[in-house]
């Protein structure tokens, strides 16, 4: 008679790191599901701020004037700027593009006292340059915004 282990012993044996592997594949599943859920819900936010300063300029652009409702919501929209994507990206939301809404608003409210003149003439082509400005912004958003908001595997 040989003393051959019977083959359950090898089956036991195997079962233990077996099933170690198993929960390291489970685990290390786990963790990149929830690194996939983080870019995810850090992407669903730079959006918003995104879609917050595209959506004031395309309101600018449609109807002529910033109106207080607009930039409020604009500084609403965008106050998360700094912790989800860069101080300057945040300074250029708040120093140029808040600021040349502003500018563009106070030029409208002058320009509804002004007689037709130079003066008149020249706040006109103010504002125009401000909505030129503003048009152009479209694609340096796009430029700003394009590494925070690429989706990358």
Request: some cysteine; charged content about 25%; hydrophobic content about 45%.
């Given at each position: 008679?040989?003393?051959?282990?019977?083959?359950?012993?090898?089956?036991?044996?195997?079962?233990?790191?077996?099933?170690?592997?198993?929960?390291?594949?489970?685990?290390?599943?786990?963790?990149?599901?929830?690194?996939?859920?983080?870019?995810?819900?850090?992407?669903?936010?730079?959006?918003?701020?995104?879609?917050?300063?595209?959506?004031?300029?395309?309101?600018?652009?449609?109807?002529?004037?910033?109106?207080?409702?607009?930039?409020?919501?604009?500084?609403?929209?965008?106050?998360?700027?700094?912790?989800?994507?860069?101080?300057?990206?945040?300074?250029?939301?708040?120093?140029?593009?808040?600021?040349?809404?502003?500018?563009?608003?106070?030029?409208?409210?002058?320009?509804?006292?002004?007689?037709?003149?130079?003066?008149?003439?020249?706040?006109?082509?103010?504002?125009?340059?401000?909505?030129?400005?503003?048009?152009?912004?479209?694609?340096?958003?796009?430029?700003?915004?394009?590494?925070?908001?690429?989706?990358?595997h």
């Amino acid at each position: 008679m040989t003393c051959e282990p019977h083959w359950t012993a090898f089956i036991s044996a195997l079962l233990v790191p077996t099933v170690a592997m198993l929960g390291l594949l489970i685990a290390y599943r786990q963790w990149k599901t929830a690194q996939n859920k983080l870019k995810l819900e850090l992407f669903e936010k730079r959006l918003a701020i995104y879609s917050a300063a595209t959506t004031f300029i395309s309101s600018v652009m449609t109807s002529g004037k910033a109106t207080d409702d607009q930039l409020h919501n604009l500084i609403v929209g965008t106050k998360e700027a700094k912790w989800l994507l860069s101080p300057a990206i945040a300074k250029y939301l708040d120093e140029e593009l808040y600021a040349k809404g502003v500018d563009l608003q106070c030029l409208s409210a002058e320009l509804e006292g002004f007689p037709v003149s130079e003066e008149r003439k020249t706040n006109v082509h103010q504002q125009r340059d401000i909505k030129l400005w503003l048009n152009a912004q479209y694609e340096i958003l796009d430029e700003k915004f394009a590494k925070y908001l690429a989706l990358s595997h």
